[in-house]
């Protein structure tokens, strides 16, 4: 075993772009944007992983996931680090995560329209209403209303479309 | 590390990461207990989440005050194995959920001073403090719009929701002015340039507060009575309630998973 040659590092990503997001499966972590590093210490492999929001129930469950995904590759070593800055944003997300998301019923996010909290920026969106159109995945129509900023997980809100009348859920920008 | 270049007292940082972690735990158990209550269920799942993002925050301050202590306690230790003296959350927090008005009061008067925190924390000399920061930050601001959005539609709605909202922030009022004011573990972090004076936050507060009450149609009360202590462990009656539910397990079954 100690002759044996260690898997190369864009094998390893290829290995990590199949492993499924376990809240949104249609999503590979990789897609996500959340496995920032991958490198070899030895023979032992480091995946630095970081947090999509602080208190996703999921993350325990992704650490275990490409443990496992690593071992059954023939990886025995296996040590995740995580790293908090800088902090993820669903600008990492992948073009391709992006489609597979909307085939799949959520609407992706829509960039650099994420809550910045400044107080002037809230009076504009307070006063004039929100300015972010989210388009409804299913028929594409722009005529969609929010209906709450939390959905099913953390990392959605609730949107219901006016044109075909389905509620959906919007994979919001952070 | 560059943050062992930091001079500061172990101790007081110990004591300003509780007060970050607390914070957060403190407000998070009681968001919490709105699970499975809340008017409507999109409410009740936002209320979930957003109690979800702040003890997602809590496991990063108290595991850093854990570290930094260097005894060997981890999050979870400095969660469920102190007492309330030990706590070191402001009041606000432990204020009783009450009605929807109520809990979304407490929650925005909060997100206002949270967001201008973290806000000032990102550029903390300890890199440690301005990572969690930079990360906490962004989902304090999805909290702030949420809850400065809800206080304008029931202040400025009917007749009655105005009324309780009133009444809600006539009563959470004096529970705020703790979270400006000064004691020697601010200075000694001032110092340090490892967090802002509280005092200085302030002003910031009072523009996002008085433009949302605007919008809102509410009055600002104006009583400067503030209730204290908090901060310094002493706490009101209900803190040792909260306590007693969230600690049950782990005093009951030290050291049980699942």
């Known amino acids: 075993m100690a002759t044996a040659t260690l898997p190369s590092i864009d094998e390893v990503w290829h290995w990590l772009a199949q492993v499924p997001d376990p809240e949104i499966p249609v999503l590979s972590l990789v897609d996500l944007g959340i496995v920032r590093e991958v490198a070899w210490e030895d023979d032992t492999l480091v995946v630095t992983v970081t947090p999509t929001y602080s208190g996703c129930p999921a993350t325990g469950i992704i650490n275990l996931d490409i443990e496992r995904e690593l071992n059954a590759r023939g990886v025995a070593r296996v040590r995740l680090e995580r790293r908090l800055s800088p902090p993820w944003t669903t600008d990492w997300m992948s073009a391709e995560g992006r489609e597979k998301l909307r085939a799949y019923g959520i609407a992706p996010p829509v960039d650099d329209t994420a809550a910045d909290g400044r107080s002037r920026a809230l009076a504009r969106r307070l006063a004039s209403g929100s300015n972010l159109t989210v388009a409804c995945p299913r028929c594409g129509s722009a005529q969609t209303e929010k209906v709450s900023q939390f959905g099913s997980t953390a990392c959605k809100a609730s949107y219901r479309c006016l044109s075909c009348l389905e509620p959906f859920d919007y994979f919001k920008c952070i | ?258």
């Open chain 2, 1 to 258: 590390m560059a943050s062992a270049g930091i001079a500061v007292d172990r101790a007081a940082l110990f004591e300003f990461l509780t007060r970050m972690g607390d914070n957060t735990l403190i407000l998070g158990h009681r968001v919490s207990e709105w699970c499975g209550h809340a008017p409507v269920l999109e409410e009740d799942i936002a209320l979930a989440n957003t109690a979800l993002d702040l003890i997602g925050q809590t496991q990063l301050w108290l595991g850093l005050a854990g570290e930094v202590e260097g005894k060997g306690r981890n999050a979870d230790a400095l969660a469920f194995l102190r007492d309330a003296a030990a706590f070191r959350n402001c009041l606000l927090v432990e204020r009783p959920n009450g009605d929807f008005g109520q809990t979304l009061t407490r929650q925005f008067l909060f997100d206002a001073w949270h967001h201008v925190m973290l806000t000032a924390l990102t550029r903390s000399a300890d890199p440690r403090i301005a990572e969690i920061a930079a990360k906490a930050v962004k989902e304090a601001a999805y909290h702030l719009e949420r809850s400065s959005d809800l206080v304008i539609r029931l202040g400025d709605g009917t007749d009655e929701s105005h009324k309780r909202m009133q009444r809600a922030l006539d009563d959470i009022w004096s529970y705020v002015g703790e979270l400006f004011i000064a004691d020697d573990t601010d200075r000694a972090m001032v110092e340090a340039g490892i967090a802002p004076d509280p005092a200085s936050l302030r002003l910031e507060w009072d523009a996002i507060v008085s433009e949302v009450l605007r919008e809102a149609t509410l009055k600002a009360p104006t009583s400067a009575y503030v209730h204290k202590g908090g901060r310094r462990g002493v706490h009101t009656e209900h803190l040792g309630y909260i306590l007693a539910d969230m600690q049950f397990l782990q005093r009951a079954y030290p050291g049980a998973t699942w």
